[in-house]
């Protein structure tokens, strides 16, 4: 698939990112897919690319292209945005927060292609990025629900096309699960103040599910500014010793938890995609998400684990002391979640659907 223009020229490509860093977030991750899927086309000569990256400190990039560094200046990433206006033809941002460079730039007239993630464009959306939305000539959603959440909120946003995300390699997990550790429930995303990911859901939960199963663990990996304040919370439950919080994990050591568990929760009421079931996926763990997001799109329920009604008391602990004690439900779910990352959620299912919209911005405009 040439990224070409119409006389042949090869298309200038600038990718103005959040962040490059390999385990800097789930936005990072974004920029890393765009990358990966890139890549590919600069190193067959069908595109250059260049990368700014926000908070990335070095040059140095795994990506294979040039990278500048902003090193957390938010000044410094606009210069550079500036100055790449000079070699690019078109612009890609890893959200709206990056794209709004271009309207502090007001000569800056490259197209320009922004996703949208979710909270960023739904209720309290800041109005510069409203502004960013309207002025990009591209929006990439990462669920139906994010864009169809936008546009009942603000209009306009109905002409986004949709492209869900994915994991960065096709590889299976290097590590194997283990089959005979306690039956463990594991939670892995961050703890903001104001993003109900559904930490507090699982531990209030946990002693009714401790009751039915014994034996039962709870592993909540991820760090964040309500970190305390949860640790507190976790250790005020009369289940608190079969609750553990791990903090911020790195990508090197994650791997051994997700080997430890049975399965995986995230119960959250704001995720715009969810990028870690589709990592739970990839392990074969069961997911246990809701009802009241996007997870409804990535996680089919009753086939790759289930959704379920948090205003519905009693439905959580029932779910996770079902695939607690019926492990071989667990298995069997888990299974065909990993045959549905195999399918629609490993790399190249992300870059298949990628590329020909990238390929449709740059012949376009």
Known sequence: MPLRDTDGGVKRV???????????GGIARVARLMGRALAGEVARGAAQLQAIGLNDQSAASDLGFPLTAARGSRLRFTAAVQAAALRSTHFLYDSLAMARAHNRLPLLT???????????VWEDAPPDRLITARRAQVLLANSRYTRERAERLHGGFARARVCWLGTETDELPATARGSSGPPTVLMVGRLESGRDKGHRALIDCWPAVVDAVGDARLLIAGGGTDFDALSQHAAASRAAGRIELH?????????????EATVFAMPSRGEGFGLVYVEAMRHALPVIASVHDA???INVDGETGY????DRQGDLTERIIHLLRAR??????GANGQQCWQRDFRFTAFRDRFLPLVAEFLSTH
């Open 14 to 24: 600038c990718l103005a990112v959040t962040s490059l860093r390999a385990g800097d």
């Open 328 to 333: 071989d439900v667990a298995a069997r779910l």
């Open 295 to 297: 997870a409804c799109e």
């Open 307 to 310: 959704n379920v009604d948090l």
């Open 247 to 259: 903090g911020f994990v790195p990508e090197s050591a994650i791997d051994t938890l997700w080997a």
């Open 110 to 120: 490259r197209p320009l292609l922004a996703w949208l993630h979710g909270i960023e």
